[in-house]
């Protein structure tokens, strides 16, 4: 595709429940990342996938946390358990060598 | 861990008004990157700077990097509504591929 694409756009969940949330990156783009945005915060980094090589994992907040990257495409990010303080933007960016991160639009996630 | 500090958070101008942003490192960094993320939207690239010294301009908006590769700085002339978002400076330390973000500076500029 042209762009990162992320599903779903929103999600809002109970607490307690689980939920997975879905990056395509650009076509070609070794690096995955990533990220939360909380309101009016800036973005916290999450997970960093690069090719074949184990993903640093360093900025997941907790065990509940995971994400998994198949084929060295698509990755999804899970929740399990979400709590309140998990509602944000999630944000997933995809990169090629040294050039910039290419965000997608985000998945905006509502834990009630 | 690093930290990538910027300031101010919020910065009200009126149209036509100059804009300055500053970004500071608690390390050094490789490079330093810039990104505009406007109202309700997704951050995307604006500049990226890799040199001690550096110094880059885009039509109104000046990048600086610092000497010491630890501070950054990005100007606007002559502000524009156009302008109206969230920048956000990002840097990455040598042999680390991961941008750490500071909390960005939300630019709103009054017609």
């Known amino acids: 595709g042209a762009g990162v694409s992320q599903s779903p756009s929103n999600k809002v969940t109970e607490k307690g429940k689980d939920v997975e949330l879905r990056c395509d990156p650009i076509?070609?783009?070794?690096?995955l990342y990533w990220y939360r945005q909380s309101l009016g915060q800036g973005l916290e980094f999450l997970i960093y996938?690069?090719?074949?090589?184990?993903?640093?994992k360093s900025g997941l907040p907790s065990d509940r946390f995971s994400a998994e990257r198949t084929g060295g495409s698509v990755s999804t990010l899970t929740i399990q358990r979400t709590q309140q303080e998990d509602s944000a933007v999630y944000l997933c960016?995809?990169?090629?060598?040294?050039?910039?991160?290419?965000f997608g639009n985000g998945t905006r996630l509502t834990v009630t | 861990g690093q930290q990538v500090m910027q300031i101010p958070q919020y910065q009200h101008v009126q149209e036509g008004e100059d804009f300055t942003t500053y970004c500071n490192s608690s390390t050094t960094l490789s490079n330093i990157q810039w990104y505009k993320q406007r109202p309700g939207g997704h951050p995307v690239f604006l500049i990226q700077?890799?040199?001690?010294?550096e110094v880059k301009k885009q039509k109104r908006l000046t990048f600086q990097f610092g000497e010491a590769k630890k501070n950054s700085s990005l100007h606007i002339t002559a502000t524009q509504t156009t302008d109206v978002g969230t920048y956000f400076c990002a840097g990455e330390r040598g042999g680390s591929y991961i941008p750490t973000f500071g909390r960005g500076t939300s630019l709103i500029v009054h017609p």
């Open positions: 960016a995809s990169s090629s060598g040294d050039s910039p991160l290419h």
């Open positions: 996938f690069q090719g074949n090589s184990a993903p640093d």
């Open positions: 700077l890799v040199k001690s010294g």
């Open positions: 076509s070609g783009h070794t690096a």
